[in-house]
T-cell receptor, first 114, second 109 residues
Framework: DADVTQTPRNRITKTGKRIMLECSQT?????MYWYRQDPGLGLRLIYY???????NKGEISDGYSVSRQAQAKFSLSLESAIPNQTALYFC?????????????FGPGTRLTVL | KNEVEQSPQNLTAQEGEFITINCSYS?????LHWLQQHPGGGIVSLFM???GKKKHGRLIATINIQEKHSSLHITASHPRDSAVYIC???????????FGPGTSLSVIP
């Protein structure tokens, strides 16, 4: 079984709809991240959480919100989706307090907003 | 100017060729990462290094901290190496990591 899972894998929605992307991990890591990837651009950090009670904005948090329901679950919400939020979204985890620990990525969610 | 740049942007090679992908960065870092993204989208970490050189199978990663430059080499390339290779530079925590735009590699039989 995959260590980091994302649901759904693909989603097409309409402008103005509320969307939730879910991430679960079995690695026992405290740290979880949400990124978006756009063609020609590097991964950009949306939100991150270093433990259940810790939520932090990343580089591009506007239009997004997150919930850390448990150590293993980190959800990303688009309150009112807009077309420029069409992208590939990745969840990732890492362990420990040092950035020297490897990051593990989920398979990605392809979101299209019409 | 982007903080992390990669070259080339796209690369096509014949099977068996030696491949080099370059990464240059403009910020101070504690670690540099190389990742591989397969056509299906999945991302896998290949290397994390802060100095010198690391080798894993046919992959070799080097870093020159003074020149703010890293290279990823693939020896005896194979079609299964076809992927996007991403360089990322970081501080002491992943919330400070900056990702490059990636290099798309296609290895032709």
């Amino acid at each position: 079984d995959a260590d980091v899972t994302q649901t759904p894998r693909n989603r097409i929605t309409k402008t103005g709809k509320r969307i939730m992307l879910e991430c679960s991990q079995t690695k026992g890591h405290d740290r979880m991240y949400w990124y978006r990837q756009d063609p020609g651009l590097g991964l950009r950090l949306i939100y991150y959480s270093f433990d259940v009670k810790d939520i932090n904005k990343g580089e591009i948090s506007d239009g997004y919100s997150v919930s850390r329901q448990a150590q293993a679950k980190f959800s990303l919400s688009l309150e009112s989706a807009i077309p420029n939020q069409t992208a590939l979204y990745f969840c990732a985890t890492s362990g420990g307090a040092s950035g020297y620990n490897e990051q593990f990525f989920g398979p990605g969610t392809r979101l299209t907003v019409l | 100017k982007n903080e992390v740049e990669q070259s080339p942007q796209n690369l096509t090679a014949q099977e068996g060729e030696f491949i080099t992908i370059n990464c240059s960065y403009s910020v101070g870092i504690s670690a540099l990462h190389w990742l591989q993204q397969h056509p299906g989208g999945g991302i896998v970490s290949l290397f994390m290094l802060s100095s010198g050189k690391k080798k894993h199978g046919r992959l070799i990663a080097t870093i020159n901290i003074q020149e703010k430059h890293s290279s990823l080499h693939i020896t005896a390339s194979h079609p299964r190496d076809s992927a996007v290779y991403i360089c990322a530079v970081g501080g002491t925590s992943y919330d400070k990591v900056i990702f490059g735009p990636g290099t798309s590699l296609s290895v032709i039989p």
